[in-house]
């Protein structure tokens, strides 16, 4: 017979397991895990080579949007008064909360990687092991900045 | 039309297993966060692996196969690891990713995620702009 506490974190860890393989499975069904979709999109010149879009990719605005549309609804009946999470005693907030050069900067970095590449991390992840060498150089490489900026600030 | 519903339908999925994760465990599915804080020995350690082993592992069960949408162009082995440095710095120097300030973030209705959002747009559009355009294919 398990324990009340240990069977809270199996269903904890099962939860967290089915979460990540439905993202994964979002993104691949959506094609984020395309490299070409999200240069497609970031190329806003396309929309000028001939009619609208032109050669621009409007695929992720309709991946962000059915994403966002399902958080905003969710996270807000989630937190409605005294709700508390299902597996756990309380909603973790982020700790930052300041509009500061750090998140500027960080997101701008973040940008510049991102249209070099056509990856971010989720999408990276989920096709590491199916994809070739680019992203496993470029998971490597993340992987490295991640730790770069956890001992620099 | 068919690829746009298909699109929606996949980034519905992302947003139910966010919620899902906000909803069961009270965390933001933020990938950057939980990669790079995975390795930290503590009690959210195990959660965050298990949900990374979810989306390593679903990624090759679901991956079609097919070979995609091809660039027009091999890309350099430097320019994956200069783009993959300026990934991982830049999403823990700005406290998170696509997915944390995008997915998330804006459904948290978060100021801070959305001026994050619109930072790593225009520098990304400015990117693809300056460097990538001629490797794209037509959609």
Not at chain 1, 61 to 81: E, I, K, N, Y
Not at chain 2, 6 to 17: D, E, K, T
Not at chain 2, 122 to 134: I, Q
Request: hydrophobic share 55%.
């Amino acid at each position: 017979m398990m324990s009340k506490d240990v069977r809270m974190e199996m269903l904890r860890l099962l939860l967290a397991l089915a979460c990540g393989m439905l993202f994964a499975g979002g993104l691949v069904l959506s094609e984020m895990t395309q490299p070409a979709r999200v240069l497609g999109f970031l190329n806003v010149a396309g929309m000028a080579q001939g009619p609208f879009p032109g050669r621009w990719d409007p695929t992720l605005a309709f991946v962000m949007g059915g994403a966002v549309l399902v958080t905003l609804a969710g996270f807000a009946w989630s937190q409605r008064r005294g709700a508390t999470p299902w597996l756990a005693p309380v909603f973790s907030q982020p700790l930052r909360q300041a509009i500061d050069l750090r998140l500027v900067l960080g997101a701008a970095l973040f940008g510049v990687g991102w249209g070099l590449s056509g990856y971010c991390p989720g999408p990276a992840l989920a096709s590491v092991l199916t994809a070739g060498p680019d992203v496993l150089y470029f998971v490597l490489a993340m992987l490295v900045g991640m730790a770069l900026a956890r001992r620099l600030v | 039309m068919a690829g746009y519903l298909q699109a929606l339908a996949g980034g519905i999925l992302v947003g139910l297993a966010s919620w899902a994760l906000f909803a069961g465990l009270g965390r933001i599915a933020g990938v950057s966060g939980i990669l790079s804080t995975a390795w930290v020995r503590s009690e959210e350690s195990p959660w965050r692996w298990a949900f990374l082993l979810g989306l390593i592992g679903g990624g090759a069960v679901f991956a079609t196969g097919g070979a995609g949408l091809e660039l027009a162009a091999p890309r350099p082995v430097g320019l994956m690891l200069l783009a993959g440095l300026l990934v991982g710095f830049g999403s823990v120097l700005g406290s998170g990713c696509t997915s944390g300030h995008g997915v998330c973030g804006l459904g948290r209705r978060s100021g801070r995620s959305l001026v994050a959002v619109v930072t790593f747009m225009a520098t990304g559009f400015a990117t693809v702009f300056v460097a990538a355009s001629p490797i794209i294919p037509k959609a």
